[in-house]
């Protein structure tokens, strides 16, 4: 069974940093690309980020929100997806999902989600 | 970057079939996935690929995509469909992910 979560939440004031994690287990984490998804409280989806799995150069790409402030990292030796955030905003505040992250030709899809990290910034 | 429109709310009574739409420019030229949100629950991959239902999910739910309107269908809706649908492409252009704002089927 393909299973994901998120630890790391918490309540951070604005400027800081917090770092999340992602534990995968189900399935042979290295072969894929991992993505970020938050969601503030009451609002839609909203896309963070990615990273290509190692084969595939291992590089991210960003949201426009949140680049040069948020990195993405992957630990295939312990099936671990990161999350960094620095700098952080009172509108990054959300519940922050992890998902596997299926790479088609021209279209790529989350197929499988872990249940959430809360993040919340505030003074 | 590119927009995809959905509406807000979508009714309908039990056992009738909800259409939510996802609209974009050009949105039959992209593929479209779909995700399902239970209030409280985190999304499911309900559609991929414009009209490919991954393992798991029942044949009542279809897709569809032309044009500048993608379609999600539900047939037979029961109660427990009730929840958050959103559309979602990637921007190859812009390479960046994304997301419809989000409907709601409510089933009356």
């Known amino acids: 069974e393909i299973e994901l979560e998120e630890s790391g939440g918490g309540l951070v004031q604005p400027g800081r940093s917090l770092r999340l994690s992602c534990t995968v287990s189900?399935?042979?984490?290295?072969?894929?690309?991992m993505t970020w998804v938050r969601q503030a409280p009451g609002k839609g989806l909203d896309w963070v980020g990615f990273i290509r799995r190692r084969s595939d150069g291992g590089t991210s790409e960003y949201a426009a929100s949140v680049k040069g402030r948020f990195t993405i990292s992957r630990d295939d030796s312990k099936s671990i997806a990161y999350l960094q955030m620095d700098s952080l905003k009172v509108e990054d505040t959300g519940l922050y999902y992890c998902s596997r992250f299926r790479l088609g030709s021209g279209t790529h899809f989350l197929d499988y989600w872990g249940r959430g990290a809360l993040v919340t910034v505030s003074s | 970057s590119y927009v995809l429109t959905q509406p807000p709310s979508v009714s309908v009574a039990p056992g009738k079939t909800a259409k939510i739409t996802c609209g974009g420019n050009?949105?039959?030229?992209?593929?479209v996935h779909w995700y399902q949100q239970r209030p409280g629950q985190a999304p499911i991959l309900v559609m991929s690929y414009d009209s490919d239902r991954p393992s798991g999910i029942p044949e009542r739910f279809s897709g569809s995509n032309s044009k500048n309107t993608a379609t999600l269908s539900i047939s037979r809706v029961e109660a427990g469909d009730e929840a958050d649908f959103y559309c979602?492409?990637?921007?190859?252009?812009?390479?960046?992910?994304?997301f419809g704002g989000g409907t709601k089927l409510t089933v009356l």
């Open positions: 189900g399935f042979e984490f290295g072969d894929y690309a």
């Open positions: 050009k949105i039959g030229d992209k593929s």
């Open positions: 979602q492409v990637w921007d190859r252009d812009n390479k960046i992910l994304v």
